[in-house]
């Protein structure tokens, strides 16, 4: 089969330590099997890994997320890049139809989408395993994974299945989006189940594919609940969507992370990536995160409302993950005149660089204060190092590759600092 992980979502509900482009899926905050901490992206393609080796997986997320996605899977799985984020119904349609112009997938070969953002057991891909049979042997056009409910959640989907002669293969019904906590009650008294939102077809299903690569929204409505001969394949294991923080710190192994001291608190979660140390005194059922991009202090009950207000307080991301490092803003600073200044700490892993490139409205100054480097200037290559201090006024070419993991320090002056100031060219190291 053809999997095809789903790792588009915006994650607000997980702000501040997630932003716009360090999207909830790429937090390295789950224990991993080694006794360090994992992303939910690097956990789910781990399990595909171990138990579907045979599959091919293909990852599908929006531009601003390719850098991250890349650092943390590396160059053995493809990536397909969405121009802008519209849905899991147009990001499938993209990446089924890619797979098929580069010849990676087979007329009668099973696709499964899954969602990256899944805290679950090994039975959940043996569940995916009778999906991908299921359609291949043409059982129906499209199979959808129902989880056994444990409680009537507003937050989820729900599957009403039909009573079938094979427990494992039963029709789909009814589809119920997020209903009220009365309602999902309901469903749940006649069988309904989560709706997981992993779907299995073939690619004829999704035939033609054109229609729904301009489509908008998810796969549920533009499709699964307008196909009437789906069937559901139940999974009474271990599966948690991991999209609020009250859910995630149900699985931190450790209460604080960071620079942080807790004291004489209950069922509180902190996390802190600031380097300024952070105080818990005696508090009760809290959530406190503290990152380059705001702090957030939330009652652990009502954590997962706070998507509306992220959305108000929408700005730059301070902090991002990339294919050659990290960076994070430090400071910034307007001027009555126009006038603004940018503070940012970098730091490169060794082998990586940063393109070549000029920008038309910022002035740099790069201080160098741990590593090695080399450093191209209009064309010129020179070492860099700690201690060393280089101007770039706009306009003169630059680029950087680090030979030991290099740390700087970059302030950006100008009227217009923004990412998008930025002209690549082409460099041979």
Not at 6 to 18: F, Q
Not at 108 to 137: K, L, N, Q
Request: contains cysteine; charged residues 25%.
């Amino acid at each position: 089969m053809q999997i095809i992980l789903l790792c588009g979502g915006p994650g607000r509900r997980l702000w501040p330590i997630s932003n716009g482009t360090r999207a909830k899926q790429y937090l390295k905050l789950l224990p991993g099997p080694d006794g360090t901490r994992e992303s939910m992206v690097q956990r789910m393609a781990r399990q595909l890994r171990e138990t579907l080796p045979e599959a091919g997986l293909t990852a599908v997320a929006p531009a601003p997320q390719l850098d991250a996605l890349r650092a943390q899977l590396g160059q053995g799985v493809p990536i397909v890049i969405e121009s802008e984020r519209r849905g899991t119904c147009p990001a499938i349609a993209l990446a089924v139809a890619t797979l098929m112009e580069q010849g990676r997938l087979r007329e009668d070969e099973p696709v499964v989408a899954i969602p990256c953002d899944t805290y679950t057991d090994h039975g959940y891909f043996r569940a995916i395993e009778r999906m991908a049979r299921a359609v291949a042997e043409k059982r129906a056009p499209l199979a959808l994974m129902g989880v056994a409910a444990r409680e009537p959640s507003p937050r989820y989907g729900y599957i009403l299945p039909a009573e079938s002669a094979d427990p494992e293969l039963r029709p789909v019904t009814r589809f119920a989006e997020k209903p009220s906590a009365l309602d999902a009650a309901a469903l749940i008294d006649r069988g309904a189940l989560w709706n997981a939102g992993v779907f299995a077809f073939l690619p004829a299903f999704l035939t033609p594919v054109s229609a729904l690569l301009t489509a908008a929204g998810s796969f549920d409505r533009n499709v699964a609940e307008r196909t009437a001969e789906a069937i559901c394949v139940p999974y009474d294991g271990h599966w948690q969507d991991l999209g609020t923080w009250e859910a995630l710190s149900r699985l931190l192994p450790q209460q604080a992370i960071g620079n942080t001291h807790v004291e004489d608190c209950r069922d509180c979660t902190v996390i802190n990536e600031l380097n300024i140390p952070l105080l818990m005194h005696g508090t009760r059922e809290l959530i406190v995160a503290a990152s380059p991009d705001g702090i957030l202090v939330a009652d652990k009950a009502v954590s997962a409302s706070i998507k509306d207000e992220v959305d108000r307080l929408a700005a730059r991301p301070m902090y991002e993950e990339r294919r050659w490092g990290v960076y994070k803003v430090v400071d910034t600073a307007e001027f009555p005149d126009g006038f603004s200044a940018l503070t940012k700490q970098l730091t490169l892993n060794p082998g990586c660089s940063i393109s070549y490139q000029r920008h038309t409205h910022r002035d740099e100054v790069w201080t160098f204060i741990d590593g090695s480097g080399i450093i191209v200037l209009d064309g010129e290559r020179r070492s860099v190092g700690r201690g060393d201090v280089v101007r770039i006024p706009r306009g003169q070419r630059h680029a950087l590759r680090a030979i030991t993991p290099l740390t700087f320090i970059e302030v950006q002056t100008g009227s217009h600092l923004v990412e998008e100031d930025i002209e690549r060219f082409p460099w041979d190291w």
